[in-house]
Structures are given as structure tokens and as C-alpha cells.
């Protein structure tokens, strides 16, 4: 299993996101995808793909005189990743209270969505029985 840092923030998240699109891209190519939308200077983006470079989630490749990044990580492996870290903040340390909490929360937002999280969770279960 490759070893990579998450994404720290949104801009770093929307750079990888579309790389994943891209499959393969320029700096330019991305800022002129992320980075100039949001108003961003070419610097910014630059500055986002290395970060994302010394993090593992992306590697470079030398494409005619400039360089071409791709996603070093699948996208799965990487929202996976997040909602686990997602899941753990939100939960905290007291874990069974929360989880009462957010089906009280899925009940008041949409009722039919504990089906769905019924459904999600014995599949889960069903899944492992069977690994």
C-alpha cells in the first residue's frame, strides 16, 4: 500500500481532483483548471503541486522541456483515507454518543436516508464475514 500524507485543505484537494480528471497535466494546465478560477497567481499552484509532490499523493514526469504530474494515489485509497479521518473527528473520543447523535441527524434531515445507512452497514458487516 502506497504511503502518502492526505491533502491538507480544499485548493489541495481540487489540484489532486483534477489530476484524477486529467490523468496527466502541466503546472500551467492546472492553474489554468484550479488556480486562475479562484483567482489564484501561477505561483500559488506551483507551490500546491510541490506540496502535494512531498506528500506522495502525486509524481512528476518530464514531458517535452516541461514536467507532466500525474496521481501518485488512487482516488479511492485517498477518500478513504479522508473519511476515516472525517469520521474520527467527528466521533472523538466518545464515539457511541456521536454515532446516536448523527442517526438522530440523518432521521431529522432525510428519514429514509437510515435506510440507507441500515442497508450500507449490513453490507459492511456482511462483507467482512466473508473476507
Do not use: N
Amino acid at each position: 500500500m502506497p504511503s502518502f500524507r492526505l491533502p491538507a485543505d480544499e485548493r489541495e484537494y481540487a489540484v489532486l481532483c483534477a489530476l484524477w480528471d486529467l490523468r496527466s497535466a502541466s503546472v500551467r494546465e492546472l492553474h489554468e483548471r484550479v488556480g486562475a478560477p479562484d483567482g489564484l497567481v501561477y505561483t500559488t499552484t506551483a507551490k500546491v503541486v510541490d506540496r502535494l509532490r512531498d506528500k506522495g499523493l502525486i509524481v512528476r514526469q518530464r514531458r517535452g522541456g516541461a514536467f507532466a504530474y500525474a496521481a501518485a494515489v488512487e482516488r479511492g485509497a485517498v477518500e478513504r483515507a479522508r473519511a476515516r479521518q472525517l469520521v474520527a473527528r467527528f466521533l472523538g473520543p466518545g464515539p457511541r454518543a456521536a454515532v446516536a447523535a448523527l442517526a438522530d441527524a440523518v432521521d431529522d434531515l432525510d428519514p429514509e436516508l437510515l435506510d440507507v445507512l441500515e442497508r450500507a452497514i449490513r453490507d459492511k458487516k456482511r462483507s467482512e464475514r466473508g473476507a
